[in-house]
């Protein structure tokens, strides 16, 4: 969408404001509105001062000045607000020279993708993530420092199906581990999943699908792979609309690996595929009907898969999800079809669908950090041809443990993710797509979150230890 075409856009739906959109280091979406009336084509072309001092990892004080630089082909009609708002996402620069702002997420994602052009691999990368959520109706949690404790509820819940309603309990739940595809009323949650789908279908996203997951109260939507930046984009719109209709409908949306214990966690597996002059790069005939690149692409992400989970799984509950027995793709291994590695093949009739799907990732993650880096391990591998090894068509929890033994597998905390990431960040630093000073700095906002969570007690050690 031009510059012209966005005014356009504010006039023809007498919008009011304009609100413009970025995203800061752990994830989170931002925003400011503006009076449409401030808003023309010098306003899109010369960007919007703000303080970056007051983004967590981001500037100090003494240098706050930043600049957001509306991407105009973002532009999307806000289906939420009161007041009609036209809204766009934004990278951000730095005021005085125009360059890109290192730490900035979009912008690393946009580096990302010129990268893979300038190294000839390839034109286009795209990205078809599945973000699953959870659906609560009541949320309660306590980090005082007398009193640790959380507690969530849903009357769909499996938990409940002996609880008092004063309306009746009418007993259709899913059990622990079965909520995958029953139809209502075992799937009380239809109606809620065809309006987020819905709404996103009105702001021009493509999505295909909605469906229960395998846990209580969790669900997916289908979001249809696009470019890496605009599925960045389309990823914190995704995540935005379920916030939002959720909470229209009384309930509460998490993305969080693993809220409940005993149930499968929430993952976000991301399709990846690479083109070159309008060619399915992927498409081959090697194994899985893969291309020998794909192959190498495969091998970066095993190879670097401990560093990626720096990224990938960014949060101290990631890994209360990477573990085994709830689906969680620990192993570091490859395979047509098998869901128990890290990195799977789907089958596909096309050479077009030809992709490559990490399994390990979750939706706690920075959605333009994670595609990056996912993509930069792959880039890796292709260039310096890392041979993934054979695959692996067993059913990798079956094995028996001295063959389990010899699989090597992701992190299992934050705390070694980090450290794996200090140890392997040279294939991120290549051709300035991350830069060292935007990694330490994630980092120190990381460790800070480890800082806090193992500093404080847990419910489960009074249980364990208070009588001892």
């Not at 100090?60 to 009161?82: G, N, R, W």
């Not at 792979?225 to 984009?233: A, E, I, R, V």
């Not at 959605?367 to 880039?379: E, I, S, T, V």
């Not at 000073?437 to 847990?458: R, S, W």
Request: aromatic fraction near 10%; include cysteine.
């Amino acid at each position: 969408m031009s510059k012209e075409a966005v005014l356009k856009l504010i006039a023809d739906e007498g919008a009011d404001y304009v609100d413009i959109r970025f995203t800061d280091p752990r994830g989170k979406l931002q925003h400011v509105t503006v009076m449409s009336t401030e808003v023309d084509e010098d306003f899109l072309d010369e960007g919007f001062m703000f303080d970056g001092s007051s983004i967590a990892g981001w500037k100090s004080i003494d240098q706050s000045d930043m600049k957001l630089m509306p991407d105009t082909e973002s532009a999307y009609v806000d289906p939420f607000f009161a007041e009609k708002t036209i809204c766009i996402h934004c990278s951000i620069v730095e005021p005085d020279t125009g360059e890109a702002y290192e730490r900035d997420p979009r912008g690393t994602a946009e580096k990302a993708e010129a990268y893979l052009k300038a190294s000839g691999i390839g034109d286009v990368a795209y990205m078809g993530p599945e973000a699953e959520f959870f659906l609560f109706d009541n949320v309660r949690y306590s980090t005082a420092m007398n009193k640790v404790s959380y507690e969530v509820d849903a009357i769909d819940a499996s938990w409940n199906t002996d609880t008092e309603y004063e309306m009746g309990n009418m007993g259709h739940r899913p059990g622990i581990k079965g909520g995958y595809f029953p139809v209502p009323p075992t799937d009380d949650g239809q109606d809620i999943r065809s309006e987020m789908l819905s709404t996103m279908a009105r702001l021009g996203m493509k999505v295909d699908k909605h469906h229960h997951e395998v846990a209580s109260c969790q669900h997916e939507l289908g979001l249809i792979f696009d470019s890496l930046t605009k599925q960045g984009d389309e990823l914190q719109k995704y995540k935005y609309v379920i916030h939002n209709v959720a909470q229209a409908y009384g309930k509460s949306a998490t993305f969080m690996p693993k809220p409940i214990a005993g149930d499968n966690g929430t993952g976000m597996h991301v399709n990846m595929s690479i083109w070159k002059d309008g060619k399915p790069l992927f498409a081959g005939d090697k194994y899985a009907d893969l291309s020998q690149e794909a192959l190498y692409f495969i091998g970066g992400i095993l190879k670097h898969a401990k560093a990626l989970n720096a990224f990938t799984n960014p949060s101290t509950n990631s890994y209360k999800r990477l573990i085994p027995g709830f689906e969680a793709p620990v192993l570091r291994a490859y395979s047509a079809r098998n869901r128990s590695g890290c990195v799977r093949i789907p089958w596909t009739e096309s050479p077009k669908a030809k992709r490559v799907e990490a399994r390990f990732p979750d939706p706690s993650a920075n959605p333009y950090l994670c595609f990056a880096a996912l993509l930069m391990a792959g880039l890796d591998g292709i260039k310096n041809k890392i041979d993934p090894g054979d695959p692996s068509d067993k059913d990798l929890y079956d094995l028996p443990p001295e063959e389990l033994a010899e699989i090597p597998t992701v992190c299992g905390s934050l705390r070694e993710a980090l450290e794996e990431l200090e140890a392997d960040m040279d294939f991120l630093l290549e051709g300035d797509v991350f830069t060292r000073d935007q990694i330490e700095g994630y980092m120190e906002l990381k460790m800070e979150e480890i800082t806090a969570y193992e500093h404080t007690p847990h419910p489960m050690e009074f249980a364990l230890y208070y009588s001892c």
